[in-house]
Every structure is written in C-alpha cells, then in structure tokens.
C-alpha cells in the first residue's frame, strides 16, 4: 500500500480543497547566498554516499527546484530506491508520499478511495487525503510495472498538479515525483506522453571504478549508507523555490541566439527533435544555474547545464555529442563577434546617401561573407553559424543588386573591398 511520511507538521487537508503549508522563512538579500549554500550542500553530502551518482544528484537539484520530475531506470540493485527516499527523507517538514507500482494497482493506491455517501448521492468523489494529490513530493517506486490506464492517469496531477474527477476538482501541492523502474516501455504508443512530461531521465548502472566500489563497502560495513541523512529544513527550501519563481536574471539576445544554436546542432547531430515546450523548459535550467550560483546574469557556461535534460544520464554516446556541440558552440563565439561588426556596418549604410560608399561597404561584406562561409565549411563550424554568414551576405548582395539597378552606369572598379 502507498505510504505518506509527513516529516513534521503537515497541516490540515480536506477532501474539498488541499491546502499549501505557508511558510514562515523568507529569502532575503542578506540570506539568499546562505540558504543557496545550504541547498546546494545538502546534494554534495548525499554525493558522499553514492559514488558515481552526481548527474542523478544534479538532476534531482534542477528538477526540486524548478519544479519537474525523474525517472530512473537500471537494473535491481542499482540503489535507485535508496537515492530517491535519502533524497525525500532529508527533506523536514515535507509530506512524501510513496508507492510501489503493480498491474494489479487502481486509482484508489494513487487518488484514495471514493467516498460511500457521496457515491449514494451519484457523486464520484476521492478522499484524496495522504494521497500522491496531496503531497509535496512522490516517490513513485517500480513506476512502469502499473498499467497503461494507471500511469495515464497520474498526468493531470504530474503535471498540472490538479485532480478532476467528475465535480471535484483539487489543486494539489505536488512539487517533484522521482520515479524508478526496471522496465523500458519507450516502444509503446499510448506511453510517449508519460515518458514526455519527465524533463529528466536517467540510466542507472553499476560503480565502475574499484576505488568507487572499495569506498561502497566500506561504507557499508560501517553502517554509513544506511545512518548518515543530510537534512534541509522544507520551509527553508519552499522560501528558496519562491525566490527563485520570482528571480528574473539578465540575458542577452547573443546568449539565446548561442542556447537555439546548441539545440539545433545537438539536433543534427543525433537526429532527434526537441519539441518547443522542452526547448522552453530547458531555459528553467540555465535560469537555475545562475540562481544557484549567486548570479544575476545568464552567462556561457548555464546553456551546459541543460545536458542534464537533454541527455539521460548514462547515454554516454549522447553526452559525447552534447560536449562535441557545445565546443563548437563555444568555438564560434569569437566569429560571431565578428558577423556582428559586420550586421552594424551594413545597419551603418542602409541610410548612407553616397551610393558609392554604400555600395563599397555592401560589396565589401560580400566577399568577406563568401571568405567566411568557406572557411567555416573547412572548419565544420556550426551549421547554425553558417546560416548566420549567409543572411548576412544575402542582406549585403541585396544592397548591392538594389544600388547596381538604381544607378545605371555606376563605375564599381576596384570598390569591392572591405
């Protein structure tokens, strides 16, 4: 049976409407950095524990704060199910609801049981009380062992964090949900939009370095992994997670024209597609990275932290290509700078009245264009950088195609020079 453990006072909840707990701690600018560091210390003392577990850790640091799910699949033993509840148990003040999925389970192990006299009346009504609907976080154990009917069901709740049923309607406190399975049902239709609501997955396997595995054992024979429980106090985290709803960090237009140029070549690369919500999604990662680094700017090294959505952890191919692009990426910085000088060369000319300094200046990025493109071919620089160099060309040819047919006559000997 599901289980509910409530760590410290959980509040009064009724069947008609679940109540969020107010919390009593405030993030503030003179604490903002301390309670950082505490949530950001809290996953580095669960690293301490579980070697060759930090991109799981990392992806449970996003996905509690941000506010999405997930999934780890890997074979028994791989100590999923201990990450998961160490993760939850820490957690003070916070209502974690558990389950272990099975063919056999109904609505009523995830939603509770219809109410008898509301069922006389004609009413389909849950008591939803110390259910997954009412709890902040859910550890959801052996998750795709339950029937395709059950796992569609949990989507409202997974992910608009609301139950309906007939005329009840509840909003639900539901923060983030790990789940952990043996099987991979990716091949089954009526699944994708299950698999397609979890921003993070990973592929659980074995420690594969000695020194990890002797470090394992011996924390083992010392009771370690089973007694050591980092805590963080849960109204302390609700207070960092509604600062950081309310952070609004910098970014520059150049930063997200780099973050779509990342996107499309990881694209290209593993001939996947990235759908415009998990794109959007995506940008809650890089928003969390400057939030718990004390930044108020999105810089470079942000757009890397979305590896951690994009990439299931242990797709080690996947991870190649992501460093591959993301290199590239970084590589074409410099030329952007470069096509940049010459977008404002060409901004500067477009009112230029001498035709023949704006027709030089518009030749000029021409052939310069045409030099850059072939060199970056050569160079197998981003195709999203080459697309770059080309719009600029055509806007420059277009200038001078439009002064050539305006001006008959016009003497351009020895003009095309930048």
């Not at 640091?61 to 998961?84: C, D, F, N, Q, T």
């Amino acid at each position: 049976m599901p289980q509910v453990k409530p760590q410290k006072a959980t509040g009064n909840v009724t069947v008609e409407k679940t109540e969020r707990k107010v919390t009593k701690v405030r993030v503030t600018d003179s604490n903002k950095l301390n309670v950082i560091k505490s949530y950001n210390r809290y996953f580095e003392d669960l690293a301490s524990i579980f070697y060759e577990r930090d991109y799981e850790l990392n992806q449970i640091r996003y996905a509690l704060l941000i506010g999405e799910h997930v999934l780890m699949k890997g074979v028994p033993g791989s100590a999923k199910s201990m990450l998961a509840k160490k993760v939850f148990a820490g957690l003070e003040g916070a209502k974690v609801y558990e389950a272990q999925f099975t063919r056999m389970m109904d609505e009523s192990y995830l939603f509770g049981v219809q109410l008898l006299e509301e069922f006389k009346k004609g009413n389909i009504v849950h008591n939803t009380k110390d259910t997954i609907v009412d709890c902040h976080f859910a550890f959801l154990d052996e998750f795709f062992n339950a029937s395709e009917e059950t796992l569609v069901s949990t989507l409202e709740v997974l992910n608009e964090r609301t139950f309906t049923r007939g005329s009840q309607k509840e909003n639900s406190p539901l923060i983030s949900a790990i789940m952990t399975t043996n099987q991979d049902r990716t091949h089954e239709k009526e699944l994708r939009a299950v698999y397609d609501r979890i921003l993070f997955k990973s592929e659980v396997t074995d420690a594969l370095e000695r020194d990890s595995r002797i470090a394992m054992y011996a924390d083992f024979l010392d009771d370690k992994t089973v007694a050591f429980q980092p805590t963080l106090d849960f109204d302390e985290f609700e207070a960092l997670r509604d600062a950081f709803i309310k952070f609004k960090p910098l970014v520059a237009n150049s930063l997200l024209f780099l973050y779509d140029s990342t996107l499309h070549e990881f694209e290209i690369q593993t001939s996947t597609v990235v759908s415009p919500r998990k794109k959007n999604k995506l940008l809650k990662i890089m928003k969390a990275s400057a939030f718990l680094d004390g930044r108020d700017e999105i810089v470079l090294g942000d757009i890397e932290e979305i590896k951690y959505a994009l990439v299931a952890g242990g797709d080690e191919k996947a991870k190649t290509f992501f460093e591959t692009v993301f290199k590239k990426v970084k590589d074409n910085i410099t030329n952007l700078d470069t096509v940049a000088k010459l977008e404002a060369i060409l901004n500067k000319h477009e009112s230029e009245k001498d035709v023949h300094t704006k027709y030089k200046a518009a030749g000029g990025i021409v052939l310069k264009t045409k030099t850059m493109i072939e060199r970056a071919k050569n160079d197998s620089a981003s195709e999203s950088y080459i697309e770059t160099l080309k719009k600029v060309q055509d806007r420059a040819q277009k200038m001078v195609d439009d002064i050539s047919k305006n001006n008959e006559g016009l003497d351009v000997t020895g003009m095309f020079e930048v």
